[in-house]
């Protein structure tokens, strides 16, 4: 199963450090089949992107508590998709979500998914307001949008220590 994983540009680092990738408390997303029936139409590829999307959303949680920590880290959401075997779907928690049983190894990472550095206001911005708006407040909303209209690069595995040292 393709998933994809929320990440920051710090999880990344380590990414490279460990060759392992950990997903925070197991959480990734995926095209599940609950995820398939929330939506009347949609082939796989624009529901794939729902749930990368849904993971670069995490991903500004990630950032969120990062920034908090570190106001100079890189604000950038990224998403490391990779392909699994061992996922339990966790429908309780949202439609895309799944937990993944271990570590990914480097080697079952499909691609670095990663904001350019034009979108690094909008996604500090997004970061410190996405609990906001998830709980409904229309202006951090409209904040979160705009982090949201930026698209995610695409970036082969093999790429990732050059992207990292250029930021």
């Known amino acids: 199963m393709r998933i994809y994983v929320p990440a920051t540009v710090a999880g990344l680092r380590r990414l490279l450090d460990t060759e392992q990738l950990q997903p925070l408390s197991g959480t990734a997303f995926a095209l599940t089949p609950r995820l398939r029936e929330a939506y009347v ?15 670069a959303r995490a991903s500004l949680r990630l950032l969120a508590t990062e920034l908090a920590d570190d106001p100079g880290a890189p604000p950038r959401r ?16 949202d439609d895309a979500v799944v937990r993944v049983g271990g570590p990914v190894p480097i080697s079952r990472l499909a691609a670095v998914h990663l904001d350019l550095e034009e979108a690094g206001d909008a ?14 407040d229309p202006d951090a909303e409209f904040t979160l949008g ?11 595995v093999q790429e990732l220590p050059f992207v990292l040292e250029l930021l």
Not at 42 to 51: I, S, W
Not at 78 to 93: I, K, M, Y
Not at 146 to 156: I, S
């Open 41 to 55: 139409a949609g082939d796989d590829e624009e529901l794939e992107y729902v749930a990368m999307s849904e993971a």
């Open 78 to 93: 990224a998403v490391v998709s990779a392909d699994v075997d061992d996922v339990t779907l966790r429908p309780d928690l």
């Open 123 to 136: 996604v500090r911005a997004a970061a410190a307001v996405v609990d906001a708006a998830d709980l409904g």
């Open 146 to 156: 705009e982090a949201e209209d930026h698209e995610l690069a695409w970036y082969g």
